[in-house]
């Protein structure tokens, strides 16, 4: 069965320019977050969608980041004038509904180079 | 300020050999306790443990919830090399309906 997709994969880029990450999450699950690890570190909460709104943007790290969500399915994380800082695997996942009591079901993330 | 803290950060074991992980947490109006595992790429999902099942068991996989404690134990009995990966403890607060607070992990080797 389908589970949770990123894309791309992998993404190498210069320091200053935009990336776009993509999330295609499980059909019929109407929560969606977005995560960032760092090495050796846990999970850093960005943002999270119930449905197309974002109730929580707290996890953003500056307004350089923004995500959005449309047709309550697929979202996309943006990140504007990157920086080497911002060098992660950036997880998707969602769940079947808004309730933390659901399992997260996560994609393999898109690792982010900024060089 | 609640927050999740795993120990050990890393171990090494033999094939064949029990480990066992630790999970503490602070977290005000604790809700569940999940424990995921990542190997290369996406964490799945492993168990949830609540105050209605504070003890949860999948093949050589178990874990039990002590809430008196305010901790969780993940144990894997004789190991294999695919147990190899990070160990992610997670916990839900009622406080929300969607925060998760994540420890940083164990990351656990397995020798053959």
């Known amino acids: 069965g389908a589970g949770v997709s990123q894309s791309p994969s992998n993404k190498v880029t210069e320091k200053g320019k935009d990336v776009e990450l993509r999330c295609d999450p499980i059909?019929?699950?109407?929560?969606l977050y977005w995560y960032r690890q760092s090495l050796g570190q846990g999970l850093e909460f960005l943002i999270y969608f119930q449905g197309n709104s974002a109730p929580d943007k707290s996890g953003l790290p500056s307004d350089r980041f923004s995500a959005e969500r449309t047709g309550g399915s697929v979202s996309t994380l943006t990140i504007q004038r990157t920086q080497q800082e911002d060098s992660a695997v950036y997880l998707c996942a969602s769940s079947f509904d808004r309730s933390n009591n659901s399992p997260l079901h996560f994609g393999n993330g898109t690792r982010l180079t900024v060089t | 300020e609640d927050k999740v803290v795993q120990s050990p950060l890393s171990l090494v074991v033999h094939e064949g050999d029990t480990v066992t992980l630790n999970c503490s947490y602070e977290?005000?109006?604790?809700?569940?306790l999940l424990w995921y595992k990542q190997e290369k790429k996406a964490p799945t999902f492993l168990f949830m443990l609540t105050s209605s099942g504070i003890e949860k068991k999948s093949g050589r996989l178990s874990s039990i919830l002590d809430k008196k404690e305010l901790s969780s134990i993940l144990n894997i009995t004789a190991t294999q090399t695919g147990d190899s990966a990070i160990y992610l403890c997670a916990v839900a607060s009622m406080d929300s309906n969607y925060q998760l607070i994540w420890g940083a992990g164990t990351k656990l080797i397995i020798k053959p």
């Open positions: 977290v005000t109006n604790f809700r569940s």
């Open positions: 059909s019929g699950h109407t929560a």
